[in-house]
Structure formats: structure tokens, C-alpha cells
């Protein structure tokens, strides 16, 4: 259940109510208070900020439950979460401040003119005199934001803000939000390579399976810089990372496991693709209408073609609950409670759930820890968070850092690896296989590895002091 943090502003009359039937209201109605602030101390009446951690479904029935006590006068109500995105999340600041004429001479007109004509005459020039080396842009259309679907590219805005903000805390990288306000595919890939010449990389978000594929696949052609869609590739590196460290915990090896996928859209399809690279020979495809098979035919959906023509894939067909039968690994990136306590039952010995549905996983940890060797959700609040933000600061500082033309299947599985890594062997538990977003050496490992495998793959366009 969703949790939010609200500041409820309260006049008391203290002849007719005392703090405690404050207290005992909110109580009453799911919520716990944190915090007290006086504002107004008075002997008759007193002004009260109170902040109440609840549910956001008892939300209204506090307000209403407070309002309905004659001596309570409830003045204003802020959210939290509202609170900090007010004027948005992030700001631009000059490197240097311009304090005199000649300082703007330097930075602006007329001295930048020669640097203009430098880079004109060596267009490589603009990484190191320009932002390039350092920005990247998160574009979405909206079309596939969070669990919240079609918001469109106003209402997206908070989401890619925030994930400025994570590249720029966790990575020094200077990332800019680009919500797009259409659906067509060619107008979204023209309008990336119009304006590209700014930054470094692409981080494509929140745009809605199929039209992501031919998205991201024709940019990663077309453009010079890397270009990478987190929903799809993020979500797929952790999903690796983590599964390594989780073979490792029950003894089993990639190449002897059955793995079943449930929700092939932009994450499913590409962890399936980079389980099949990681070394999985036994792989069970599952969508909403059943599991997709070897030699079958889905002209609809390119990438379910694709994997129909893959000889790890079994062609067996079934709905989850037939597939599930047997399975070492359950990975899913579907809906709410598609699995029950019976399902997980039927999977091999020691077994491994990544359950990543959110806000509701595919099955509850209650339900699936006691039956399950290791259990991982994307969610905060249980151990084993499946999280993107493990990949995609460290992934793009190794690209910016080693100037990338693009990001390759090897510089995903060495990130996957690196993310892995991190998790010492003396660490390494079921309950502890994946590290927490906030450990520095993330982004250090993913970087590292990132720029290894750039430079073995031939597509790294300098290589960093610390690597020659």
C-alpha cells in the first residue's frame, strides 16, 4: 500500500479539545504521527503543524475525521511530496559568475566567437569546450510512465526531473528532462536528432512497447552518441546482476536453470535477451496470452517473432500457472497477483522469484518467502530492490567518460556484472543480493567495467587517463 507523508496545519480551541483527541483521531483513521511543530502557543487557542505518516487511501478520512471534532479548525493540509516538487526539482547554474565587463567579453560576446570557429572547424571540439561531454537528455513522450500508463508529456515531467536529479547525485552527470508532446514515432526520432548536437547520450523513458523498440534501435544507428532506453535495458542489467549473486546463493549455474518471464513488453523482451547472452538455455516467454514458443508466429509483435525463432525457447505452450511447473527462476515485469502460493509450490527446489510488478508485486512476499529460496521485488520496502538507479548514472558515466558511440550488449553485461560484484562473498546472502542504490561503489564498479567494455568492443572514442 502506498505511503505519503502529510503536514496538517490545526487550530485547537483548547476549551473544547485537548492534543490527545487530536492524537486519537489520527490514530483512529491509520495514521502515525513524526513530528509536532507550535506555531501559535496560546493559552485559549493554539496553532499546531502536525505531520502524519499514512496511507494515501486514508488520506481523505483523516481530513474528514478531524474537520468533524467541534473545537478543531484544520487550516491547511500540505503533502510532502507535493512540498518538494514545488518549482520543480532541478536549475541550471554558470560555472563561473560574470561580475565585470571583461568577464563577459570571455563568456560571451566577442571572445566566444573564436571558440565558436574552433569548434566549426573540428566539430570534436564541442566535448571539450562545450556541455556536451557531460549532459544527457531524458526524453519521454508519456505514453508509459511508471504504472501510471498514458499521463502524456506535461504530468511526465516530475519523473524525468527526479531522474536528473539521480544522474547528477549519484553520477556528476548533467542531465536535462525533454517531455515530448507526440506519439508518432518519426516526429520523436527527428526531433532527438535535431537536437542532439548538445548532448552526450540519450536516455530514453517512459515510451510505450512496441513503437520503444524501433525507437531506440533506429537512434542507436543513426546518432554518434549512445543512446539507451532505461525501461528496457535498466531494468534488464539489475535483473542479471541480481541473478548472478542469486545462482551463486542456491548453487545452481545459468546454463542448467529453467527461467519463466512473465510480461514481454519493452523489459521483458530485453531481459530475456540478455538472458539468453548470460547463458540460459531453457527459456519460458509469457504474456497475457500465454507463453510464446519456439516456431510460432507473431507477426503482430516483432520482438516476440524474434524470440519464437530462439532455440533456448521452449515450445511448450501454456498459461503461467501451466509453465510456472518446474521453474528454477520466475522473473516478472506484468501485473499484480498472477502467481499464488500453490504456483510457487510447483517450481524446482530452492527456487528464485523476482517479483517486480509495481506498486503490487506478482505474488507477496508473505505468500512466497516461506516456499521460495530467494525473493526480490522493485520495491523500497523489502529486501532485494530490482532498481534502475543501480545502472544507468554509472552506465552513462562510463560512456560520457570514454566518449561512446553507443552502448553495446558487452557494456551491459560488464555492468551487470560490475553491479554483482559489489555484493561481497562474505555479504552474500538471500536476503542480500543486490546492493543498496546509495553504495558509492556502484557507480565506480559500473563505470570501470562500462569503459573496459568499451574499449574492447571498439566503440569507446577515447580512453581515460586511468585506462592507458
Same mark, same amino acid.
Given at each position: 500500500?502506498?505511503?505519503?507523508?502529510?503536514?496538517?496545519?490545526?487550530?485547537?480551541?483548547?476549551?473544547?479539545?485537548?492534543?490527545?483527541?487530536?492524537?486519537?483521531?489520527?490514530?483512529?483513521?491509520?495514521?502515525?504521527?513524526?513530528?509536532?511543530?507550535?506555531?501559535?502557543?496560546?493559552?485559549?487557542?493554539?496553532?499546531?503543524?502536525?505531520?502524519?505518516?499514512?496511507?494515501?487511501?486514508?488520506?481523505?478520512?483523516?481530513?474528514?475525521?478531524?474537520?468533524?471534532?467541534?473545537?478543531?479548525?484544520?487550516?491547511?493540509?500540505?503533502?510532502?511530496?507535493?512540498?518538494?516538487?514545488?518549482?520543480?526539482?532541478?536549475?541550471?547554474?554558470?560555472?563561473?559568475?560574470?561580475?565585470?565587463?571583461?568577464?563577459?567579453?570571455?563568456?560571451?560576446?566577442?571572445?566566444?566567437?573564436?571558440?565558436?570557429?574552433?569548434?566549426?572547424?573540428?566539430?570534436?571540439? %564541442?566535448?571539450?569546450?562545450?556541455? @556536451?561531454?557531460?549532459?544527457? #537528455?531524458? !526524453?519521454?513522450?508519456?505514453?508509459? *510512465?511508471?504504472?501510471? =500508463?498514458?499521463?502524456?508529456?506535461?504530468?511526465?515531467?516530475?519523473?524525468?526531473?527526479?531522474?536528473?536529479?539521480?544522474?547528477?547525485?549519484?553520477?556528476?552527470?548533467?542531465?536535462?528532462?525533454?517531455?515530448?508532446?507526440?506519439?508518432?514515432?518519426?516526429?520523436?526520432?527527428?526531433?532527438?536528432?535535431?537536437?542532439?548536437?548538445?548532448?552526450?547520450?540519450?536516455?530514453?523513458?517512459?515510451?510505450?512497447?512496441?513503437?520503444?523498440?524501433?525507437?531506440?534501435?533506429?537512434?542507436?544507428?543513426?546518432?554518434?552518441?549512445?543512446?539507451?532506453?532505461?525501461?528496457?535495458?535498466?531494468?534488464?542489467?539489475?535483473?542479471?546482476?541480481?541473478?548472478?549473486?542469486?545462482?551463486?546463493?542456491?548453487?545452481?549455474?545459468?546454463?542448467?536453470?529453467?527461467?519463466?518471464?512473465?510480461?514481454?513488453?519493452? %523489459?521483458?523482451?530485453?531481459?530475456? @535477451?540478455?538472458?539468453?547472452? #548470460?547463458? !540460459?538455455?531453457?527459456?519460458?516467454? *509469457?504474456?497475457?496470452? =500465454?507463453?510464446?514458443?519456439?516456431?510460432?508466429?507473431?507477426?503482430?509483435?516483432?520482438?516476440?517473432?524474434?524470440?519464437?525463432?530462439?532455440?533456448?525457447?521452449?515450445?511448450?505452450?501454456?498459461?503461467?500457472?501451466?509453465?510456472?511447473?518446474?521453474?528454477?527462476?520466475?522473473?516478472?515485469?506484468?501485473?499484480?497477483?498472477?502467481?499464488?502460493?500453490?504456483?510457487?509450490?510447483?517450481?524446482?527446489?530452492?527456487?528464485?522469484?523476482?517479483?517486480?510488478?509495481?506498486?503490487?508485486?506478482?505474488?507477496?512476499?508473505?505468500?512466497?518467502?516461506?516456499?521460495?529460496?530467494?525473493?526480490?521485488?522493485?520495491?523500497?520496502?523489502?529486501?532485494?530492490?530490482?532498481?534502475?538507479?543501480?545502472?544507468?548514472?554509472?552506465?552513462?558515466?562510463?560512456?560520457?567518460?570514454?566518449?561512446?558511440?553507443?552502448?553495446?550488449?558487452?557494456?551491459?553485461?560488464?555492468?551487470?556484472?560490475?553491479?554483482?560484484?559489489?555484493?561481497?562473498?562474505?555479504?552474500?546472502?538471500?536476503?542480500?543480493?543486490?546492493?543498496?542504490?546509495?553504495?558509492?561503489?556502484?557507480?565506480?564498479?559500473?563505470?570501470?567495467?562500462?569503459?573496459?567494455?568499451?574499449?574492447?568492443?571498439?566503440?569507446?572514442?577515447?580512453?581515460?587517463?586511468?585506462?592507458?
Amino acid at each position: 500500500m502506498a505511503q505519503t507523508s502529510i503536514i496538517f496545519r490545526l487550530e485547537l480551541d483548547h476549551k473544547k479539545v485537548s492534543f490527545g483527541d487530536v492524537a486519537g483521531a489520527i490514530s483512529k483513521a491509520g495514521g502515525d504521527i513524526t513530528s509536532i511543530d507550535v506555531i501559535r502557543p496560546g493559552h485559549d487557542t493554539s496553532t499546531r503543524d502536525i505531520t502524519v505518516d499514512l496511507s494515501d487511501k486514508n488520506e481523505t478520512v483523516m481530513i474528514d475525521a478531524l474537520r468533524s471534532i467541534d473545537g478543531i479548525t484544520v487550516v491547511n493540509v500540505s503533502d510532502r511530496t507535493f512540498l518538494v516538487h514545488l518549482g520543480g526539482k532541478i536549475t541550471i547554474q554558470p560555472t563561473l559568475p560574470i561580475k565585470n565587463r571583461d568577464d563577459l567579453s570571455k563568456v560571451y560576446t566577442p571572445g566566444v566567437a573564436k571558440v565558436c570557429t574552433a569548434i566549426a572547424e573540428n566539430q570534436h571540439k %564541442a566535448y571539450s569546450l562545450t556541455i @556536451k561531454r557531460n549532459t544527457v #537528455a531524458v !526524453v519521454s513522450d508519456g505514453t508509459a *510512465v511508471l504504472g501510471l =500508463g498514458d499521463i502524456g508529456p506535461h504530468a511526465a515531467a516530475p519523473v524525468m526531473e527526479g531522474k536528473a536529479m539521480l544522474f547528477k547525485q549519484l553520477a556528476g552527470v548533467d542531465a536535462f528532462p525533454i517531455c515530448l508532446d507526440t506519439k508518432d514515432t518519426e516526429e520523436i526520432i527527428r526531433t532527438i536528432k535535431v537536437m542532439s548536437p548538445i548532448f552526450g547520450g540519450i536516455n530514453l523513458e517512459d515510451i510505450s512497447s512496441p513503437r520503444c523498440f524501433e525507437i531506440e534501435s533506429r537512434l542507436a544507428d543513426e546518432l554518434e552518441i549512445p543512446v539507451f532506453h532505461d525501461d528496457q535495458h535498466g531494468t534488464a542489467v539489475v535483473v542479471i546482476a541480481g541473478l548472478l549473486n542469486a545462482l551463486k546463493v542456491v548453487g545452481k549455474r545459468m546454463e542448467n536453470i529453467r527461467v519463466v518471464v512473465n510480461g514481454i513488453g519493452a %523489459a521483458g523482451v530485453s531481459i530475456c @535477451k540478455m538472458l539468453l547472452q #548470460a547463458g !540460459v538455455k531453457r527459456l519460458v516467454p *509469457v504474456d497475457r496470452d =500465454g507463453a510464446i514458443v519456439r516456431g510460432g508466429s507473431y507477426e503482430h509483435h516483432p520482438m516476440w517473432q524474434w524470440l519464437s525463432e530462439q532455440p533456448q525457447v521452449e515450445s511448450r505452450s501454456g498459461t503461467l500457472k501451466d509453465v510456472i511447473d518446474g521453474a528454477d527462476v520466475f522473473i516478472g515485469v506484468s501485473r499484480a497477483r498472477v502467481l499464488n502460493e500453490e504456483d510457487v509450490k510447483r517450481m524446482a527446489p530452492d527456487s528464485i522469484v523476482f517479483a517486480m510488478a509495481n506498486p503490487e508485486p506478482e505474488i507477496s512476499p508473505e505468500e512466497a518467502l516461506p516456499h521460495v529460496a530467494v525473493f526480490a521485488t522493485g520495491r523500497s520496502d523489502y529486501p532485494n530492490q530490482i532498481n534502475n538507479v543501480l545502472v544507468f548514472p554509472g552506465l552513462f558515466r562510463g560512456a560520457l567518460d570514454c566518449r561512446a558511440r553507443r552502448i553495446n550488449e558487452p557494456m551491459k553485461m560488464a555492468a551487470a556484472r560490475a553491479i554483482a560484484s559489489v555484493v561481497s562473498g562474505g555479504e552474500l546472502n538471500e536476503h542480500y543480493i543486490i546492493p543498496s542504490i546509495f553504495n558509492e561503489q556502484v557507480v565506480v564498479q559500473v563505470r570501470k567495467a562500462v569503459i573496459e567494455a568499451a574499449i574492447l568492443t571498439n566503440v569507446a572514442r577515447r580512453t581515460p587517463p586511468e585506462f592507458r
